[in-house]
C-alpha cells in the first residue's frame, strides 16, 4: 500500500483513452454517481493519437465462463515497444485479456488483431510465427519440478531450435545473468530454489528465445519488497534490453509506476481508460482513482462494507 504514490514522469507515450462514459447494465454493480464536481481536471472524451503502430488490438470483446461475464465490449491497445500496465482487483480478467492478447484464450465475440491480422483467422502457420514472438511470464512461475533449471530455462530452444546443447546452455547462462543469478543454478532443481528465485528463473526463461513481446502476468506477487523492487528494475532492463513491448498485470503500484509508459485499470468487465499515469490521475475518476493510489482502499471498503450487511443480519430484535 502506498500513502504517498511516487511521483513519476511518464515518457511521451499514446495519449490517454477515454471511452465514452461508463455504461450501465443490469448485471453491473451499481455505482453511485459522482456528485460533488472535482476540479476542471476532467478531459473531455478523445481517442488515442497513435504516436506509434498498435501492436494487438482487442476490440468489442464479449467473454464469459458460464453465467460469469468476465467481458462486454472490451477494448484494449498494445502499442509497439511500450511497456503497457494493467491494473484491476483480483478476479476481474487481467490474465484472461493478456493471454486473449496473444491468442492462448479466445473471446466468444469480438476481435484481435495482431499487426493488422485477425489471430482468429491466422492460420497455424502464422500462429507459429505469432507464438515464437510473444513469451509469457505465468502468474504461478510454472516450472517442472522434475528439470533442472537449464531444462526449465532452455526448453523453448530445445523445443523449437535446432542449437545445439552448449549454445543452449551458454543462452541459458545469459539469460540467468540478466536476472542476477550464478551459472551454478543451471544444475539445480526448482525445488532448491527459493520462491525469489524461481520467479527470476521464469523471467529468465521468458527472455531466452529473444521474443518481441512479453507478458508478465503477476510477476511479483507474494514476493518481499527488496524482491519486488529488484524484479521491477529487471523488466525495465529486460525491456531496454531486449527493446520488447510488454505488458505487465501488476498489483503493485510502485512498480507500475516506475517502469510503464501507460497505464489501463480493468474495471466494470472493461479497461474504460488507458494512458500515463499523470493523465489517468488528471481523469479524477472516484472508479479508478482506487487503483492510482490505494487499491487496497476498495477491498477495505467492500469488506466493512460486507461485514456490516453481515452484523445487520445477525441482529435479533430485543426480547421484551
Ligand atoms: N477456464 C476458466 N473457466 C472458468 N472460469 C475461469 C477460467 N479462467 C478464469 N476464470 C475466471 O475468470 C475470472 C477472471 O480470471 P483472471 O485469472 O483473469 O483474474 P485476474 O484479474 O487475473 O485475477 P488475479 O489478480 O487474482 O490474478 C475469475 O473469476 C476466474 O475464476
Ligand atoms: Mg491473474
Redesign the pocket.
Same mark, same amino acid.
Request: charged fraction near 10%; proline fraction near 0%.
Given at each position: 500500500m502506498l500513502s504517498t504514490p511516487p511521483r513519476w514522469a511518464p515518457p511521451e507515450g499514446a495519449p490517454v483513452k477515454r471511452r465514452g462514459g461508463l455504461p450501465t447494465r443490469s448485471h453491473a454493480t451499481a455505482r453511485a454517481p459522482s456528485t460533488a464536481p472535482r476540479g476542471p481536471s476532467k478531459q473531455p472524451p478523445q481517442e488515442p493519437k497513435a504516436t506509434r503502430e498498435p501492436l494487438i488490438e482487442l476490440s468489442g470483446i464479449y467473454k464469459a465462463?458460464g453465467e /460469469?461475464v468476465?467481458f462486454e465490449d472490451m477494448d484494449l491497445t498494445i502499442y509497439e515497444g511500450e511497456l503497457l500496465s494493467i491494473l484491476?482487483e483480483?478476479?476481474?480478467?487481467?490474465?484472461?485479456a493478456s493471454k486473449m492478447a496473444v491468442g492462448l484464450v479466445q473471446p466468444d465475440d469480438g476481435q484481435v488483431l495482431f499487426r493488422g491480422r485477425d489471430v482468429l483467422e491466422m492460420d497455424r502457420d502464422e500462429l507459429r510465427k505469432l507464438r515464437k514472438e510473444v513469451s509469457y511470464v505465468f /502468474?504461478e512461475d510454472a516450472l517442472f519440478d522434475s528439470m533442472t533449471i537449464l531444462e526449465n530455462v532452455g526448453y523453448g530452444l530445445y523445443e523449437h531450435t535446432r542449437m545445439s546443447d552448449d549454445e543452449i546452455r551458454e543462452r541459458a547462462r545469459r539469460s540467468l545473468e540478466v536476472v542476477g543469478l550464478e551459472e551454478r543454478v543451471l544444475d539445480l532443481m526448482p525445488a532448491n530454489l527459493s520462491g525469489g528465485m524461481r520467479k527470476r528463473v521464469g523471467l529468465a526463461r521468458a527472455v531466452v528465445t529473444e521474443p518481441k513481446i512479453v507478458l508478465f502476468d503477476?510477476p511479483t506477487r507474494g514476493l518481499d519488497p527488496q524482491s519486488i523492487t529488484r524484479i521491477g528494475r529487471m523488466i525495465a532492463d529486460l525491456r531496454e534490453r531486449f527493446k520488447i513491448t510488454a505488458v505487465l498485470?501488476t498489483?503493485d503500484l510502485r512498480t507500475a509506476f516506475a517502469v510503464s509508459d501507460r497505464l489501463t485499470v480493468?474495471h466494470d468487465h472493461k479497461f474504460p481508460y488507458s494512458g500515463t499515469l499523470d493523465e489517468l490521475r488528471a481523469l479524477d475518476d472516484p472508479a479508478i482513482n482506487d487503483f492510482l493510489y490505494d487499491p487496497d482502499a476498495a477491498m477495505r471498503r467492500r469488506w466493512a462494507e460486507a461485514d456490516a450487511r453481515h452484523a445487520a443480519a445477525r441482529m435479533v430484535p430485543p426480547v421484551e
Open positions: 465462463f /460469469q468476465i484491476g483480483s478476479g476481474t480478467g487481467k490474465s484472461i /502468474q503477476d498485470i498489483h480493468l
